[in-house]
């Protein structure tokens, strides 16, 4: 019974290359195959974070000094059930649209502010 022990421990499963998944869709339906794949993209969704008013006044206030500062910054975004990160330096808040024209080295684009959850200055 040890030496069955011992052998157990000294396996190294990292070398077994298994088709995972793939061995099984060939004797499922399309529509099955269409279920699994978008039930595995609503579980790696995630759920948008409860701020209060500190969280929102604390976005605020490093958006303003970023702006007046003129410096980089990293954006995190929520948006359909995922987190999205942006970098550059803010041009322009308008308010009417709720939106944040950002600049980084390659492009102008707009961001909505409903969707901001953190700001980071980068220095």
């Not at 060939?26 to 409860?50: F, G, Q, S, T, W």
């Not at 910054?73 to 970098?87: A, D, T, V």
């Not at 024209?101 to 502010?113: A, G, Q, T, W, Y």
Request: with cysteine; proline share 2%; net charge negative.
């Amino acid at each position: 019974m040890a030496n069955f022990e011992e052998d157990w421990n000294r396996l190294d499963l990292s070398q077994v290359r298994d088709r995972g998944s793939k061995k099984w869709v060939a004797m499922m339906l399309p529509e099955h195959v269409k279920m699994l794949r978008d039930y595995n993209e609503e579980i790696k969704k995630v759920a948008r974070p409860d701020l209060n008013e500190f969280d929102y006044e604390a976005i605020q206030e490093q958006i303003e000094l970023a702006m007046k500062r003129n410096v980089e910054i990293k954006i995190k975004r929520w948006k359909e059930g995922e987190f999205l990160y942006n970098r550059g330096t803010i041009q322009w808040i308008d308010l009417t649209k709720r939106t944040i024209e950002v600049e980084d080295p390659f492009r102008c684009f707009e961001l909505k502010i409903d969707e901001i959850v953190d700001v980071t200055i980068l220095e």
